[in-house]
């Protein structure tokens, strides 16, 4: 069974810095992306940013140059540097694990962690 525990959320000032990290388990994940998405209140579920298996990146327009990516296979895990942070920055941040659509496709995805950015 595959699962996915998010840590590092809290409340920081603006221009502050987070770092949240996704352990994952249930099984070998080399093949898979990672990424992070995040909801605000009353808005739609967004992706944060996106790493591919060969470790290509993807970022949202909104987070380029503030946030950084990373994942260490060996430890099913990844991690998201928020620097930079800014009010609108705040949401509940998803830990995201996409098998490709030739091994099956799926995505699973954590519990959630609260991102709050205010003075």
């Known amino acids: 069974q595959v699962q996915l525990v998010e840590s590092g959320g809290g409340l920081v000032q603006p221009g502050g810095s987070l770092r949240l990290s996704c352990a994952v388990s249930g099984s070998s994940f080399t093949i898979y992306g990672m990424g992070w998405y995040r909801q605000a209140p009353g808005k739609q579920r967004e992706l944060v940013a996106f790493?591919?298996?060969?470790?290509?990146?993807t970022y949202a327009d909104s987070v380029k140059g503030r946030f950084t990516i990373s994942r260490d296979s060996a430890k099913n895990t990844q991690t998201l540097q928020m620097d930079y942070l800014k009010p609108e920055d705040t949401a509940v941040y998803y830990c995201?694990?996409?098998?490709?659509?030739?091994?099956?496709?799926?995505?699973?995805w954590g519990q959630g962690t609260q991102v709050t950015v205010s003075s």
């Open positions: 995201n694990l996409h098998r490709p659509y030739w091994a099956g496709g799926a995505d699973y």
């Open positions: 790493i591919g298996a060969g470790g290509a990146t």
